[in-house]
């Protein structure tokens, strides 16, 4: 296909449809492109949301507490020992 077939083909293209329906068309298509994208990556603010929960998820806080024990018997409190 050579240049001069692109520019008629361009031509008819712009006499159907006009410069101001071209002008829309290709907004939308930019616009729709730009959300199909975003779409694909996430939204910035929510992958870092989620970064956030996986870090803490894989590495919980350290604290300096120590876990109760459980020093009861298995025996009912009304029997004395």
Request: glycine share 6%.
């Given at each position: 296909?050579?240049?001069?077939?692109?520019?008629?083909?361009?031509?008819?293209?712009?006499l159907?449809?006009?410069?101001?329906k071209?002008?829309?068309?290709g907004?939308?298509?930019?616009?729709?492109?730009?959300?199909?994208?975003?779409?694909?990556?996430?939204d910035?603010?929510?992958?870092?949301?989620?970064?956030?929960?996986?870090?803490?998820?894989?590495?919980?806080?350290v604290?300096g507490q120590?876990?109760p024990?459980?020093?009861?018997?298995?025996?009912?409190?009304?029997?004395?020992?």
């Open positions: 296909m050579s240049i001069t077939h692109i520019v008629l083909l361009l031509l008819v293209v712009v159907i449809f006009g410069t101001k071209l002008r829309n068309i907004s939308d298509l930019g616009g729709a492109m730009r959300d199909f994208k975003k779409g694909m990556d996430g910035e603010e929510a992958k870092a949301a989620r970064e956030r929960e996986d870090k803490l998820r894989a590495d919980p806080p604290t120590v876990p024990t459980h020093t009861e018997s298995t025996e009912p409190r009304d029997r004395a020992p």
